[in-house]
């Protein structure tokens, strides 16, 4: 009797310290951090509470979840995203801010938000096979069919997203009406599934003349975003750590937003491809020394950038990490001044997903950046500190959880997202 009573008694001191884990988060509303059982695998989203057969969506590891319901038997309904699901006690983790003000949590904030992407959509050219610079010759992978392009449309339709800044896209130049315009046979067949899944007739683009074979180009949805003007930059390229300093010019698009029709807040957006190689910082730092300086000189000029514009976002792969050992200059010259990296710490995830180890995400090399100061985007349009790594497309179901397989179906590179609200504009 006395073995029994110590056995029930051990059992009750240990469901006691498992206790406070689970309760923490058994309140609406909450935020948690959920926590794998075996590293690299996604946590599993049940159709009911309890039941612990699987078939469907997983959700990243280390997400941070909002809980949308409880259940007397301790699991929880929670949401990422636009999934929802039920996740056993097993996986609960801390109970967390839900960092609302960073946008990294959709709480169902009912503000209307011009939703920015930057994506290197990698060599994004008709039978064009991939990889590089891991997977070359036999083991490149080979060229997106027509259900890799559906899916490409379907993950920006996930994102909700109205302007994309677009790397690596093939581009050509036709003859129109006496004129030479660039323009990309693969961007149009992806505005027409783009087209043909929104149910609207609504998406437009326009591609850079340099970059040969790989290009900067704006792609957005016209019943949301408007292209007031737009223009190439013509910079200065010397080679810098053994590279051009710009293989591709970068564009500047003016777009503004629409709400409930009515033309809104206005800002301008700067696309960039710096040169490939983490190592080459003295290059990355001259490129963008010589970009930061050409928009004030298009501002001062009241040309490309108006004068009185001060709301600018720019975007792109910069082929440069804030947090390796290749330290450039410009990400602290940027923050001390007029602009503000939404990166600061290294809770900033990986962006590129490498082939050796298969799916790794090992560089942290395409940011968002917003200017700062009296009326530009930090603070009022933009409460965001870091940018949105939308690793939630991985649990898109024809992908399931797997980061090999995102790169194989779409490309090398995460979209990054930033949320700018829609208000009056101010400058």
């Not at 884990?21 to 309140?27: G, K, P, V």
């Not at 609960?92 to 994506?119: M, Y």
């Not at 917003?370 to 898109?396: I, Y």
Request: hydrophobic fraction near 40%.
């Amino acid at each position: 009797m006395l073995a029994l009573m110590q056995r029930t008694l051990a059992v009750l001191a240990l469901a006691t310290l498992l206790l406070p884990s689970i309760a923490a988060a058994q309140e609406i509303g909450e935020c948690i951090t959920l926590t794998p059982r075996r590293p690299g695998l996604g946590i599993p989203l049940h159709t009911q509470a309890g039941v612990n057969s699987w078939e469907g969506e997983r959700v990243p590891v280390d997400s941070i979840v909002t809980v949308v319901q409880t259940h007397d038997s301790g699991w929880l309904r929670v949401r990422f995203d636009a999934l929802e699901g039920w996740i056993s006690t097993r996986y609960i983790g801390d109970v967390v801010p839900c960092l609302t003000t960073t946008g990294l949590i959709d709480t169902g904030s009912s503000e209307q938000v011009c939703r920015i992407a930057t994506w290197n959509i990698e060599w994004f050219k008709d039978g064009k096979s991939r990889g590089f610079p891991e997977l070359i010759g036999d083991e490149a992978l080979p060229a997106r069919t027509s259900d890799d392009f559906g899916f490409i449309a379907k993950a920006i339709i996930t994102m909700e997203v109205e302007l994309l800044l677009l790397q690596e896209i093939h581009g050509d130049d036709i003859e129109v009406e006496g004129e030479w315009v660039a323009h990309s046979p693969e961007l149009e067949r992806l505005i027409s599934i783009l087209n043909n899944q929104s149910g609207a007739t609504s998406w437009d683009y326009r591609i850079g003349t340099t970059g040969r074979d790989q290009r900067l180009a704006f792609l957005w949805d016209t019943r949301t975003v408007g292209l007031e003007w737009w223009c190439e930059a013509a910079l200065p390229s010397d080679r810098v750590n053994g590279k051009e300093l710009f293989d591709r010019q970068p564009i500047v698009g003016m777009f503004s937003c629409f709400k409930d029709g009515l033309e809104m807040n206005d800002f301008i957006a700067v696309n960039l491809h710096l040169a490939s190689g983490q190592r080459n910082a003295k290059n990355h730092d001259m490129a963008m020394q010589r970009v930061l300086e050409w928009i004030e000189l298009e501002r001062g000029q009241d040309n490309c950038i108006p004068s009185d514009e001060l709301d600018i976002v720019i975007g792109g792969d910069l082929n440069a990490s804030r947090f390796d050992t290749w330290d450039e200059d410009f990400w602290d010259t940027m923050e001390s001044g007029s602009w503000d990296v939404l990166a600061d710490d290294t809770t900033y995830p990986g962006t590129r997903l490498r082939a050796d180890p298969p799916g790794s995400l090992v560089s942290t090399i395409d940011y968002l950046i917003v200017s700062k100061g009296t009326g530009a985007l930090q603070g009022d349009e933009v409460t965001m500190t870091h940018g949105h790594v939308r690793h939630d497309l991985l649990a898109l179901p024809s992908i399931s959880n797997s980061a090999l397989t995102f790169r194989l179906r779409a490309s090398d590179h995460m979209p990054v997202t930033v949320d700018v609200r829609i208000t009056d504009d101010t400058d």
